[in-house]
C-alpha cells in the first residue's frame, strides 16, 4: 500500500527512555499493559527489528534527531558532550519550512544545556525536583539519579503548546524518562505492577502517552498527524550481567520499539527488515513532502513501508558504539557492527554472533569467519563516517555539572577524571567492560535502595562493592550514605575515614562530618571537614567547617574559613551572608554593609539576604533604606514572617505605632508558626 503525502501534515514524535523492544505488547509481551502503544502498532507500521545507533540518552536523541551517527554528530556520552550548532536538527527542517516546533522533555540528559534545543520555538525542561538555593544550588542530600519528573508533567508542558498551535502545522516533542531508574510509577501502576515495576513504569507511560492522542483527536488534527514513537535505546535487566544500559553492546540495550502511523496509510504492518533510529529523520521528510536534509547518514524507510516484505534496495548494515566505559571510567571501549545476519562486536574482548541462529548473543564464535571481514568492514565504516569536526562538540563541564556527574558515578578511574578525547579508531585496549559490569549493576542496584530508602540492602551491597576495591571513591560513597540512612553516623564516619576524599564522595562526607558534629563529636567532625576541605576544597566544604569553628566559639578560624569559601566560589551566598553578619556582631560596620551590599546584588531574588541587610541597617537607624530592603523582601516571599516582624520594629522606630500594631495583629492571627506569632502579639502590645 503506497504511503499517501500532504504538505499539511503535523509531526509527532514520542521518545520513550530506556524500553525495550519486547516490554511492549505490540512485540509479543503478554503480561505488558501498553494498549494505546499496541493500537498505534495496529493503526500503522510497526519495526521488528530497529536498532539504536548509542544505548545513552543524549547521543541516541542526537542521533534520532539528525538522522547521523555518533561518529558524525560528536555526542557521545551524556553530561561530557553537547550537539553542536553546526548539527541540522529535524526541528530546525521543520521550523524553516514552516511548521511551529515544541518540546518537553522529563530529565536532565536532554535539558537545554546539551543542545538538542536547536530549533525548536517551544523547549519545555524544567525537570529539577530536588529543593535549591537562592542561587539555584541543589541543597540537601544529593540525588541518586539524574532530575526527572513524570510522564503526567511532560504532559502538562507539552499539552497547552499543543492546544494553542493545532490550527498550526506543528512538530511536537514528547519525551517520557519514566522506565528509567530508579523505577517508581505512581498508583495504581504500583500496585499492580508490584513484582515488575519496570513494566510499570512502562504501563504508566502507556497511559500519558494516551493523553497525548485523545488530545490530538479532540483537537480535530490526529487524521492529519504523522506519529512516530520511538526508544532511545533498551534496558539490560539482566540479560549478559548488565543491569541498566550504556556499558555493553547486546540486544537487550540495543534493540528498541518503533512505531509509525501515517494519516490514511498503512495499517497494522510489520517490517521484519533491519532499521536503525538513524533512519527516521529522512523518513519523516519524505512523509512530510520535504527534500533530503543534507549530510543525513540514515536512509529513508518509506519504500520498505510502501512495500513490506519487499527487501528494500538501500539495504546496508547498521552501526553501534559505546565509549562511555573509556570516557568515564577508564575502561575499553566497543563499537558494532550489524548485517542481517552477523553482529561483530569490537573491543578489548572481539565477539561475533550469527543473528538468524542467536539472538540473545549467547554464543560467540570469534574468531571463526567472517570476523576478519567483518572487522575490515566496521573499520571502513568508522572512516567513512566519521566526521572530524565532531570532536569540537565536547562541552566543557562547568563545576556544578561536574559534581552531579560525580555524585552519579560518572568520572571515576582510579580517582582520576578520564579524558574525553575521543580517537576515531578501532582500539583494544584497555580493560573489556564486560569485566566489570557486575559491579557497575551492583552499583546501579544500590543507588536504587538508596533512593528507596532500604538502607539496610544499600548497605549490604555497599559492602560487598568496598571489599572488592576498598579504595573506590563512589563505592565508600555509597556505603556512607547507606550508614547515615541507618543512623549510624560512627560507622559512616570511619568509612569516610578509611579512604579517599574526591568530588565523588566529598558532599556525603560533609554530610557525615555536621551529622558528628550535632551528636557532640565535635573534634571526629572538624577533623573530617577539615580533611574534606583540604583534599577536595569546595565553597560548601570550607563553609561547613567554618560553622563548626563558629558553634565553637572560634570566630578567628570561621572568618579564615567564610573567606576560603568566598575565594573559591564568590557568589556563594550562604558564606557572604554569614560573612558579613559576623562583621557587624564585631563591629566591622563598613565592612559589613560592603559584604550585605555584594550579596543583595550577586543575589537579588534571595528575601534572606534582603532581611538580613535590612536588619543591619535598622540597628544603625538607617531607616530609609532599612525600608527599602524589607519592601524588597516582601515582594519576593509575602508570606515571609520574619522579614513582617521586621516590618513591625521598623514602624516602631520610626514612630509609626498604629500601623504597627495593625501589622503586628495581622501576623499574630494568620502567621502559622506560634514562636513568630507569640512575638507579633508582644510588638503589638507594647506601649
Known amino acids: 500500500m503506497a504511503c499517501h503525502r500532504a504538505n499539511d501534515w503535523n509531526l509527532l514524535v514520542v521518545t520513550l527512555d530506556t524500553t525495550r523492544a519486547d516490554a511492549l505488547g505490540c512485540y509479543g509481551n503478554r503480561e505488558a499493559s501498553t494498549p494505546r502503544l499496541d493500537r498505534l502498532a495496529s493503526e500503522g507500521v510497526l519495526f521488528e527489528r530497529a536498532l539504536t545507533a548509542i544505548p545513552i540518552t543524549t547521543p541516541s536523541h542526537s542521533t534520532i534527531f539528525t538522522g547521523t551517527y555518533p561518529l558524525a554528530h560528536g555526542v557521545r556520552d551524556n553530561g561530557r558532550f553537547r550537539l553542536a550548532p553546526s548539527s541540522l536538527t529535524l526541528a530546525e527542517i521543520l521550523k524553516s519550512a514552516g511548521f511551529a516546533t515544541g518540546a518537553a522533555i522529563g530529565a536532565f540528559p536532554l535539558t537545554r544545556n546539551w543542545g538538542l534545543d536547536q530549533g525548536f520555538d517551544f523547549y519545555d525542561d524544567h525537570v529539577t525536583i530536588a529543593s535549591e538555593d537562592e542561587a539555584g544550588r541543589r541543597i540537601g542530600p544529593p540525588r541518586m539519579f539524574f532530575d526527572e519528573r513524570p510522564a503526567s508533567q511532560v504532559n502538562d508542558a507539552i499539552l497547552p503548546w499543543l492546544r494553542e498551535h493545532g490550527r498550526e502545522r506543528f512538530f511536537a516533542w514528547v519525551h517520557y524518562w519514566d522506565a528509567h531508574q530508579?523505577?517508581?510509577?505512581?498508583?495504581?501502576?504500583?500496585?499492580?505492577?508490584?513484582?515488575?515495576?519496570?513494566?510499570?513504569?512502562?504501563?504508566?507511560?502507556?497511559?500519558?502517552?494516551?493523553?497525548?492522542?485523545?488530545?490530538?483527536?479532540?483537537?480535530?488534527?490526529?487524521?492529519?498527524?504523522?506519529?512516530?514513537?520511538?526508544?532511545?535505546?533498551?534496558?539490560?535487566?539482566?540479560?549478559?550481567?548488565?543491569?541498566?544500559?550504556?556499558?555493553?553492546?547486546?540486544?537487550?540495550?540495543?534493540?528498541?520499539?518503533?512505531?509509525?502511523?501515517?494519516?490514511?496509510?498503512?495499517?497494522?504492518?510489520?517490517?521484519?527488515?533491519?532499521?536503525?533510529?538513524?533512519?527516521?529523520?529522512?523518513?519523516?521528510?519524505?512523509?512530510?513532502?520535504?527534500?533530503?536534509?543534507?549530510?543525513?547518514?540514515?536512509?529513508?524507510?518509506?519504500?520498505?513501508?510502501?512495500?513490506?516484505?519487499?527487501?528494500?534496495?538501500?539495504?546496508?548494515?547498521?552501526?553501534?558504539?559505546?565509549?562511555?566505559?573509556?570516557?568515564?571510567?577508564?575502561?575499553?571501549?566497543?563499537?558494532?557492527?550489524?548485517?542481517?545476519?552477523?553482529?561483530?562486536?569490537?573491543?578489548?574482548?572481539?565477539?561475533?554472533?550469527?543473528?538468524?541462529q542467536d539472538r540473545r548473543e549467547l554464543r560467540n564464535l570469534a574468531p571463526a569467519d567472517p570476523t576478519e571481514r567483518l572487522t575490515a568492514a566496521l573499520e571502513s565504516f568508522v572512516n567513512k563516517n566519521a566526521r572530524a569536526g565532531a570532536v569540537g562538540a565536547v562541552s566543557e563541564i562547568d563545576p556544578e555539572t561536574r559534581k552531579r556527574l560525580a555524585a552519579l558515578g560518572y568520572l571515576s578511574a582510579g580517582g582520576k577524571e578520564p579524558s574525553a578525547t575521543v580517537d576515531e579508531r578501532l582500539r583494544r585496549d584497555g580493560d573489556p567492560p564486560q569485566l566489570h559490569i557486575q559491579n557497575v549493576s551492583l552499583w546501579s542496584r544500590c543507588k536504587a535502595r538508596l533512593e528507596g530508602r532500604d538502607y539496610l540492602e544499600?548497605?549490604?551491597?555497599?559492602?560487598?562493592?568496598?571489599?572488592?576495591?576498598?579504595?573506590?571513591?563512589?563505592?565508600?560513597?555509597?556505603?556512607?550514605?547507606?550508614?547515615?540512612?541507618?543512623?549510624?553516623?560512627?560507622?559512616?564516619?570511619?568509612?569516610?575515614?578509611?579512604?579517599?576524599?574526591?568530588?565523588?564522595?566529598?558532599?556525603?562526607?560533609?554530610r557525615v562530618a555536621s551529622d558528628l558534629f550535632s551528636t557532640g563529636l565535635e573534634d571526629r567532625a572538624v577533623a573530617l571537614a577539615r580533611r574534606v576541605a583540604a583534599e577536595a576544597p569546595t565553597a560548601p566544604a570550607h563553609y561547613i567547617l567554618g560553622e563548626m569553628h563558629n558553634a565553637r566559639g572560634e570566630s578567628a578560624d570561621y572568618e579564615r574559613e567564610l573567606g576560603a569559601a568566598l575565594a573559591l566560589d564568590a557568589t556563594y551566598g550562604r558564606a557572604r551572608q554569614s560573612l558579613a553578619i559576623l562583621l557587624a556582631n564585631s563591629g566591622r560596620n563598613e565592612l559589613a554593609d560592603a559584604q550585605f551590599h555584594e550579596l543583595a546584588t550577586r543575589q537579588p531574588l534571595d528575601p534572606t539576604a534582603r532581611l538580613n541587610y535590612a536588619t543591619f541597617l535598622l540597628g544603625r537607624q538607617r531607616y530609609a533604606e532599612a525600608e527599602r530592603e524589607l519592601d524588597r523582601a516582601l515582594d519576593l516571599s509575602p508570606t515571609y514572617w520574619k522579614a513582617q516582624l521586621a516590618r513591625v520594629n521598623l514602624l516602631l522606630a520610626t514612630e509609626r505605632a498604629t500601623a504597627a500594631r495593625e501589622l503586628a495583629s495581622r501576623i499574630a492571627s494568620q502567621c502559622p508558626d506560634p514562636g513568630l506569632a507569640a512575638q507579633a502579639r508582644r510588638l503589638g502590645e507594647a506601649p
Not at 248 to 255: E, S, V
Not at 479 to 499: D, F, K, M, P, Q
Open 182 to 356: 530508579p523505577h517508581v510509577p505512581p498508583p495504581p501502576f504500583s500496585d499492580l505492577f508490584a513484582q515488575n515495576l519496570y513494566q510499570g513504569e512502562i504501563a504508566y507511560v502507556d497511559q500519558a502517552f494516551g493523553v497525548i492522542m485523545d488530545e490530538l483527536h479532540r483537537m480535530g488534527v490526529a487524521d492529519r498527524t504523522v506519529v512516530l514513537v520511538v526508544a532511545d535505546h533498551g534496558e539490560g535487566l539482566g540479560e549478559h550481567g548488565e543491569d541498566t544500559h550504556s556499558m555493553l553492546l547486546y540486544d537487550a540495550t540495543l534493540h528498541v520499539p518503533l512505531l509509525l502511523a501515517i494519516p490514511g496509510g498503512a495499517r497494522g504492518v510489520r517490517i521484519a527488515e533491519q532499521v536503525g533510529t538513524v533512519d527516521i529523520v529522512p523518513t519523516l521528510l519524505e512523509l512530510l513532502g520535504l527534500p533530503p536534509a543534507d549530510g543525513v547518514q540514515g536512509r529513508s524507510l518509506v519504500e520498505l513501508i510502501e512495500h513490506p516484505g519487499r527487501p528494500a534496495e538501500n539495504r546496508r548494515p547498521y552501526y553501534a558504539e559505546s565509549l562511555s566505559p573509556r570516557l568515564s571510567y577508564g575502561w575499553g571501549e566497543q563499537r558494532a557492527l550489524f548485517t542481517e545476519q552477523w553482529k561483530l562486536l569490537f573491543g578489548p574482548r572481539v565477539e561475533l554472533y550469527d543473528l538468524r
Open 458 to 510: 544499600a548497605r549490604e551491597l555497599a559492602a560487598v562493592l568496598v571489599e572488592r576495591d576498598s579504595q573506590n571513591a563512589f563505592y565508600r560513597a555509597l556505603l556512607a550514605s547507606a550508614e547515615i540512612g541507618l543512623g549510624r553516623v560512627s560507622a559512616a564516619a570511619t568509612v569516610a575515614e578509611n579512604g579517599p576524599v574526591t568530588s565523588q564522595n566529598d558532599e556525603v562526607y560533609l
